[in-house]
């Protein structure tokens, strides 16, 4: 019998321990694979945050404005290419306040602010330096999903250019103004004289009529200069090019203009070689002759010389007229602006000469939609040379429109 019970335990001991064998195998084969999708799950999670954070990279890298994104402690945690660009970074700022990486008080203090208000919107400030920049600036502390702040974020946009578009709407503004209400005035009170008896004297008369039509008629070429200016600007003049012969056109202006230059005892040269030729619009650079020989006749040296002269200066493919004179000449701190809207160099004499103060800028308005360029050289006491570039048209060929 006690054999019999020794096999039987022995043999329960043996299905027992294989029994064991098995269930201890099948939970490490169950633990592994709960390993294995753990793992996966955690790589899988990791290649989702790093995607999270690319796109989030990507995102605030596209973004026009400047980020700044600073941490509970105030310092830089991340900026974007736009902030680089804008304050011309050329190190990493992470880890570094506001005011140790830009070194500019007035940041720093709208940051202070930000943080005990909790937002500051459409703050400006103005960054000094060799160009004034003008930025504006909006702040927020963003929470935790508990709501206890963790960080600032800072959006800065740049309105320089905003402003310097304002500034030259005012002034422009203010120009057309001041050149409206100037001969306006002077008619007015023409007019006002004529009804208080002076219409009885024929000579009186005829003078003060003259006198107005001389205001009306500037008042019409400045009306006129204004849609050429608008028409120019807007970028949809329609250019009529062809071959131009330039020493042909330059001999027609210098026609039209030959009474005028006469009244001054001026000389005018067309020193252009022949069959020198561009591929221009004909009328509008024609009126860019007239313009710049008109002035060399207004502000030139009385019983002096207006020369015209045009050349390839190189191979470039491009056509150079100059217009000079041997005048007073202009300042140099004048030349950078000469092209401007309305700028005079000598608002008594111009305003005496009666023009508009628009013609230089018609210049540079019609050369560059021509492709070209358009420069001003002159050393006081020795003439003023307004020079303009022109693509060159082909030899013996009609290019097409």
């Known amino acids: ?5 020794a096999i039987l335990a022995l043999a329960g001991a043996v299905a027992l321990h294989f029994w064991w064998r098995g269930r201890h195998r099948r939970l490490e084969h169950e633990f592994e694979r709960r390993q294995r999708e753990a793992e996966d799950r955690a790589e899988r999670d990791e290649v989702a945050l790093a995607e999270a954070r690319s796109q989030q990279h990507a995102v605030f890298n596209s973004m026009v404005e400047g980020l700044i994104l600073l ?3 105030g310092r830089i945690r991340l900026v974007n290419l736009a902030l680089e660009k804008l304050f011309g970074l050329t190190r990493d700022i992470r880890g570094q306040t506001v005011l140790e990486a830009f070194r500019w008080q007035p940041l720093h203090e709208l940051v202070e602010r930000a943080r005990a208000e909790g937002q500051v919107l459409n703050h400006e400030l103005e960054l000094g330096g060799s160009e004034r920049r003008f930025l504006q600036v909006n702040a927020t502390v963003f929470p935790d999903q508990q709501g206890r702040p963790v960080g600032i974020i800072l959006v800065i946009h740049d309105l320089t250019r905003l402003k310097q578009l304002e500034r030259t709407r005012t002034e422009f503004v203010a120009n057309v103004s001041h050149e409206l209400r100037t001969p306006l005035s002077m008619i007015k009170g023409y007019v006002e004289t004529l009804l208080d008896g002076a219409k009885d004297d024929e000579q009186v008369a005829h003078r003060f009529l003259q006198t107005i039509r001389k205001h009306a008629d500037r008042l019409n070429y400045l009306i006129e200069d204004l849609l050429t200016i608008a028409h120019l600007e807007s970028g949809q ?5 062809k071959r131009v012969d330039l020493r042909e056109l330059v001999g027609g202006v210098c026609e039209d203009l030959e009474a005028r230059a006469s009244e001054r005892a001026m000389t005018l040269e067309n020193d252009v070689t022949d069959g020198l030729a561009a591929r221009a619009d004909a009328e509008r650079i024609q009126q860019v002759l007239f313009n710049l020989v008109d002035n060399a006749i207004k502000y030139g040296r009385p019983q002096g010389h207006v020369r015209i002269t045009a050349g390839r200066p190189d191979d470039s493919g491009m056509v150079e007229v100059a217009v000079a004179d041997d005048g007073p000449g202009i300042p140099p701190e004048a030349l950078h602006r000469i092209f401007e809207r309305f700028y005079r160099v000598d608002r008594g004499r111009s305003r005496e000469q009666g023009g ?4 230089l800028s ?5 050369i560059h939609s021509h492709g070209g360029e358009v420069r001003a050289e002159s050393r006081p006491g020795e003439g003023a040379t307004f020079r303009f570039t022109l693509s060159a048209a082909p030899p013996d060929r009609e290019p097409e429109s």
Do not use: E, R, S, Y
């Open 1 to 5: 019998m006690w054999p019999a019970l």
């Open 71 to 73: 941490d509970q402690a």
């Open 237 to 241: 003049t329609a250019l009529n090019l």
């Open 356 to 359: 508009t103060g628009l013609g």
């Open 362 to 366: 018609i210049v540079k308005h019609i």
